[in-house]
């Protein structure tokens, strides 16, 4: 008798909504949370080619961790595509400046870089203090602190 894998449907996707306290938690660890979530990696139904994950919504974004010296060191760059157009800022002033961008960027850095990884990546939903506006999908708030 031969067996068949299960593979997840894009219609038959139950989605959940969580709500993630970014409070003192290390930006890479929460990034990897947040990202296995956003691609379903945390359920049982998990198919790589198919969008399973569900909604997050990270709060309290300007008081993420950033260990060791990473605030002064580490970089992001962008460039504006004209010459000379190289622009640098360090994570810690990002955090100040916009830490939704910070959180946006990490996190979508771990997903996969394709249509599919772009689709997952809208599903993210960032806050830099404790209010949102999705309290009508009655979203559950999730404790990673356990988990990282």
Do not use: C
């Amino acid at each position: 008798m031969m067996r068949t894998t299960y593979m997840a449907k894009p219609n038959e996707v139950d989605r959940k909504w969580y709500v993630i306290d970014a409070t003192d938690i290390p930006l890479g660890r929460l990034s990897a949370v947040v990202a296995s979530i956003l691609r379903g990696k945390n359920k049982p139904t998990f198919t790589p080619h198919v969008d399973t994950g569900d909604f997050v919504v990270v709060i309290n974004a300007g008081q993420v961790k950033l260990t060791g010296n990473k605030a002064a060191d580490k970089i992001y760059y962008r460039h504006s595509m004209y010459p000379g157009g190289l622009k640098s800022i360090s994570a810690g002033e990002l955090r100040e400046k916009n830490a939704v961008r910070l959180i946006e960027n990490s996190v979508k850095g771990m997903l996969p870089k394709n249509t599919l990884g772009r689709k997952q990546g809208m599903k993210l939903h960032v806050y830099t203090g404790s209010e949102h506006t999705h309290a009508a999908q009655q979203p559950e708030v999730l404790d990673i602190t356990g988990l990282i």
